[in-house]
């Protein structure tokens, strides 16, 4: 293979995932805004491993 193939598939290689990174996000959430929490807190004591 040779220098200007590997520069290419390197380039290319790099490119693509900056575009991944900064691309708007793929997913596909229902707008339904915040959820109100509605259960009760947990009081009691919890061991820490």
């Not at 793929?26 to 061991?47: A, C, L, M, R, T």
Request: glycine share 6%; proline share 8%.
């Amino acid at each position: 293979m040779s220098i200007s193939k590997i520069v290419a598939v390197v380039t290319q290689y790099i490119s693509e995932a900056a575009m991944e990174i900064f691309a708007p996000t793929h997913d596909s959430y229902p707008n339904i805004g915040v959820q109100p929490f509605s259960g009760e807190p947990f009081k009691g004591h919890v061991d820490k491993l």
